[in-house]
């Protein structure tokens, strides 16, 4: 999935790693792909299922091949 690195270095201060967010900020790209750059997550204390699981509610939706593709539509409606 990919995110803006702003939604992770969010979730980075609001999780405890506020000293890592300038060096997360200068190695990051500007989308982070949680697969590719799932190793850099790591580094920065940051787990992908944690990640994931707390994005605000809604962001999924505004993304291409969000979550919910990856769920196979379960929640379709």
Same mark, same amino acid.
């Given at each position: 999935?990919?995110?803006?690195? =702003? &939604?992770?270095? +969010?979730?980075?201060?609001?999780?405890?790693?506020?000293?890592? $967010?300038?060096?997360?900020?200068?190695? @990051? /790209?500007?989308?982070? =792909? &949680?697969?590719? +750059?799932?190793?850099?997550?790591?580094?920065?204390?940051?787990? $992908?299922?944690?990640?994931?699981?707390? @994005? /605000?509610?809604?962001?999924?939706?505004?993304?291409?091949?969000?979550?919910?593709?990856?769920?196979?539509?379960?929640?379709?409606?």
């Amino acid at each position: 999935m990919k995110l803006d690195k =702003d &939604t992770v270095l +969010d979730f980075l201060r609001q999780h405890g790693g506020e000293d890592r $967010v300038a060096e997360a900020d200068e190695q @990051l /790209p500007d989308q982070v =792909d &949680t697969d590719r +750059d799932s190793g850099l997550l790591s580094r920065f204390g940051i787990d $992908v299922g944690d990640l994931l699981s707390k @994005l /605000p509610e809604g962001v999924t939706d505004k993304l291409p091949g969000g979550l919910g593709d990856k769920l196979g539509g379960m929640f379709d409606k």
